[in-house]
Structure formats: C-alpha cells, structure tokens
C-alpha cells in the first residue's frame, strides 16, 4: 500500500547551535525503517517523469520501490547502473530543481525525497558491503581524463567499464576536485569522497595528481604518448572579482581560496595541521549562489560573529538550494538582500576595516529573466567587517586554452563543444562540465561526463572500423 502522507520523512539533522560550531555533516540520513516509509510514498508512476529530470537518468521508481521491499543492495546496484557517484549526488544535487521537480506527488504536497532515498541506499551499502573489483576485459586502447572532479570520474568509469586503459591527470595534490576543494565537509564528508574515488580506482583507472596539464604535459603531447582521445574535465577554477576598490586589501579573499584552505588543507585544524586561515569578527560573503552559502556557514564555524551574505537581488532571485538558504538561516547567518558592495575600506596598514553598500531596487528583467538591480542613489551606508569573501562565480583556467592551438573557446574562457556529444574543435579531442558550462552543478558535468564517455566510445570504434 502506498504511505499517502503529503509531507517527506524529516531528515534528521544536527541542532543549528551546535552545528553552526563543527565540521561535521548537518544532516544525519534516513534509518532503514525512514527509507522504507519514504519509499512507499513513490506512486511507480508509468511515464516516470522524475527520471527526464535527471542528468544521469537513475532509474528511481526501480530502485524506490526496491527501497521499499527492503532490498537495500538491489537498489543501490540499480543506481549504480547509470550513476558511478551515488554517495555524493544524494547529498548535493538540487533535486528540487530536477527529479522531484516533476515528481507527481509533488503536485498535492511534497515530492518524494528521490535525494535522501539514494543518499540512503549509497550509505547503506558503504556499511554493509565492501565494493568488488570487477573483471572488465581491456582493449587496449588508451584515452587521457584531465580533471578528476565530477565530470572527469563519470567519463573516466565509464570508459574503464567498456574496456577502456584509463588516466586522469589531475593538478591537485588530491584528486577530486571541486568535491574535495569546494564543497564543506559538513555538507559533502571527504572520506565519503574518496571512497567513491577509490571504488572508480577498483575499475583499473590511473589517477596521476601534481599534473597540470598545459604546464606539465600539453594536449599535443598526450595525443603523442599514445592517447587515442582525450576528455578535458578541468572545471573552472578561476575565481571572478567585481572590480571595486580595496579588493586588493588583506582580508579579501575568493570564496575559491578561501574553501580550498578549509577543505582541502584541512585549516578548520589549525595549528594541528600548518594551514593557517584569518576569519575576523565580522565577516561579509557578497554572492548569492552554493558557493556563498557554503563560504559564509564555514566562516561562522571558524569563530566568525557575524556574517553576512550581501547580495544584489531579493531573495526569491537567489541561485543557491533553498535548503542550503535554510540552513545558513538556522546557524545565524544575516542575509542583507538588495544591496551591493561599491568598495572595500581599509586600514593604513593595508587590512579591511570595512564595506561600503549600496541599496538596490529591482527593475526589469535582463537577460537571465531575473529583475535587473538598480542602484537607489543616496542610499550608501558601511558594513564593519574585517573579512570580505567574494564568490560571485569562477570561469575555466585559461591555461589549457593558451596550450592547445585550434582548440576553439567562447570569450568568456568557456570550451566550445558539440552539445550532443561534447567534442570540441580538435578531433579526438572531448571537453564537459565547468571547463565547458563555467561554475554549474556537480550533476550537471556528470552528465557531460557521461555524454562524452559515449561519445569517445563511438568514435574510438569507427576509426579502428
């Protein structure tokens, strides 16, 4: 009998007052007995409008109604069919943006919670199971991933699973990318991480780190030491700026600096580990997307007292998950809405005292389809902070652009590809993700990934037909 109940099994989490003071994750998952409840609310819908909303295409009402019957194993392994990451799409896809958008339970009440139902079955597995190494029969042909964040893994595991010899070169020390260096650890746990790593590792991919490629090795080269195709999964971690004055001033930093240091160097153990990071009193995260919810809940658990998020748009315009915003809410972070940063003040001695704003009222749409914002003259007023983080998005690097003659990008730094397929201007030659969209949703380049994996299949075996 399907549970007919309008609202999603409560997530249980971390009280926000002790939370907002440790790293560790926020929500704590489903018990088996929540999953099953959850589950039995999926009506096995025959159209299965759930899974066009997914960039992957998971077989939900499958590995649900598995779920349901208590076959935990079955269900993951389900997922796992089309999606090699399950651990970490359950914790940071925007489902309400995609599956459970179009999920009709969704329409008299709340969707099902498609995202906590694969964090669970994922989780269940880790504990229950150790990951086997399959027999994949090779075929000796070499393709090079260059980036092992999102897009560069599902490529990578995808190619391993059809007989492809494999290897990510990646830059950093440790591989992951955005998932180890952006994503917090009380949002996305880097053991959880790794582990998904070390089960696409189990597949025969190679993983070179400390390899930047364009510096290092260049795409010419690759092609030379015999990779019959490459698939640039690179990301974009160039970190953008708005221009202002004082963004020079110690105390200013990218919210991509400033969440690799924590994330990925560990600071939030300092002085156990030698990464130091300054988070003042008062902090002022200007953005209003993940990576601004992300940097300001991260500063409030450093010792921050007041942080803030400054942001140009009203809060129905913000790109961030609403359970990201909801979460910041709960921990104590101020939202400062319609207001926007004109420049940095700082001390005689070069460190920022604090940040100039000014109000904005909303116009007409622009572009994007949100409401353009419009200065309100005579409205300019300080903020007091000692810290200004800016995470107003990230483009790609631009080193493999300057490396690889013919390879075509957008002004912007974006790589110009084949929609479908992913190839770029070079043949042999596949590009997704952040290199290609600029900074998006870990999903999003997994599905890149895999349209690429596809791709690079079809055309290794027409030119060996």
Known sequence: ???????????????????????????????????????????????????????????????????????????????????????????????????????????????????????????????????????????????AVIGSGPAGLTCAADLAKMGYSVTIFEAFHTPGGVLMYGIPEFRLPKDLVQREIDIVKKLGVEIKTNMVVGKSVTIDELMEEGYEAIFIGSGAGLPNFMGIPGENLNGVYSANEFLTRINLMKAYLYPEVDTP?????????????????????????????????????????????????HHAKDEGIIFKFLTNPVRILGTDD??????????????????????????????????????????????????????????????????????????????GVFAGGDAVTGAATVILAMGAGKKAAAAIDRYLKSKSA
Not at 47 to 76: H, M, Q
Not at 380 to 409: C, M, R, Y
């Open 1 to 143: 009998m399907p549970n007919m109940s309008l609202k999603k099994v409560q997530m249980p989490e971390q009280d926000p007052n002790v939370r907002n003071k440790n790293f560790k994750e926020v929500a704590l998952g489903y018990t088996e007995e929540m999953a099953v409840e959850e589950a039995k609310r999926c009506l096995n819908c025959k159209n299965r409008p759930c899974v066009s909303g997914c960039p992957v295409n998971v077989k939900i009402p499958e590995f649900i109604s598995l779920i349901a019957e208590g076959r935990f194993e079955e269900a993951y392994l389900k997922i796992k069919e089309t999606n090699n990451l399950p651990a970490i799409c359950g914790r940071v896809c925007p489902q309400e943006n995609q599956c459970e958008k179009y999920c009709v339970r969704g329409k008299k009440g709340e969707p099902v919670g498609i995202g906590r139902l694969e964090r669970f079955a994922a989780d269940w597995y880790m504990a229950h199971r150790e990951p086997e190494t399959p027999e994949i029969p090779k075929n000796n042909k070499k393709v």
């Open 277 to 325: 990071i300054k988070v003042g009193r008062n902090v002022a995260v200007v953005g209003g997307g993940n990576v601004a919810m992300d940097a300001a809940r991260s500063a409030k658990r450093l010792g921050a007292e007041n942080v803030y998020i400054v942001y140009r748009r009203s809060e129905a315009e913000m790109p961030a998950r609403l359970e990201e915003i």
């Open 350 to 427: 070069g460190w920022v005292k604090g940040m100039e704003c000014i109000e904005m009222e909303l116009g007409e749409p622009d572009k994007s389809g949100r409401r353009r914002p419009i200065p309100k003259k005579g409205s300019e007023h300080v903020i007091d902070v000692d810290t200004v983080i800016i995470a107003i998005g990230q483009s790609p690097n631009p080193l493999i652009k300057s490396t690889t003659p013919g390879l075509k990008t957008h002004e912007w730094g974006g790589i110009v590809v084949d929609e479908e397929t992913g190839a770029t201007s070079i043949p």
